[in-house]
């Protein structure tokens, strides 16, 4: 389900398919995209595969009538959670291309970071491909563990 609302400001939001954007138009235009809205590591064994990857998410970012900074960045609701058991979301990275605009990182559940950033107009829509990694350990409990993504595509 994808659902669409303007704002006041000059930010727009994606989190699972949420689209956000400044409904003035004399203001910047930001339009983000995130594409699967959910991701699934598939389970394997840490002493073959220390660090497992889910398949790729398409990032789409499009900026109009902005000659200024703008930035992508994301942000964890939390640790990773199954029950009560957790797992340190710092234990997900991700890669990114094309770079520039996208940038490697680490996810955080207390800093916002940045994922893409550039100035001026980016039109057509940019698309960048974000491949998310856990590092795969036996101290983690068997579950099913989730957590949300916050994606926020911002210029000053």
Same mark, same amino acid.
């Given at each position: 389900?994808? $659902?669409? +609302?303007?704002?006041? $400001?000059?930010?727009?939001?994606?989190?699972?398919l949420v689209l956000v954007w400044p409904a003035s138009a004399a203001a910047q235009r930001l339009e983000l995209s995130v594409s699967p809205a959910a991701i699934v590591f598939? %389970?394997?064994?840490?002493?073959? %595969?220390?660090?497992?990857?889910?398949?790729?998410?398409?990032? $789409?970012? +499009?900026? +109009?009538? %902005?000659l200024g900074p703008w930035q992508l960045t994301v942000l964890a609701n939390g640790d990773l959670m199954s029950g009560s058991d957790t797992v340190d979301i710092t234990s997900v990275t991700w890669t990114a291309t094309p770079v520039p605009p996208f940038q490697n990182g680490t996810v955080? +559940? #207390?800093?916002a970071q940045r994922m893409a950033s550039g100035a001026g107009t980016v039109n057509p829509t940019q698309n960048g491909s974000v491949t998310f990694r856990l590092a795969n350990s036996w101290n983690y409990n068997a579950g099913t563990?989730?957590? #949300?993504?916050v994606f926020t595509l911002s210029a000053p």
């Open positions: 389900m994808v $659902g669409i +609302r303007p704002c006041d $400001g000059l930010r727009a939001a994606a989190a699972a598939p %389970s394997a064994d840490p002493d073959v %595969s220390p660090t497992i990857a889910a398949a790729p998410v398409v990032v $789409g970012i +499009r900026i +109009r009538q %902005s955080s +559940r #207390t800093v563990y989730t957590q #949300t993504l």
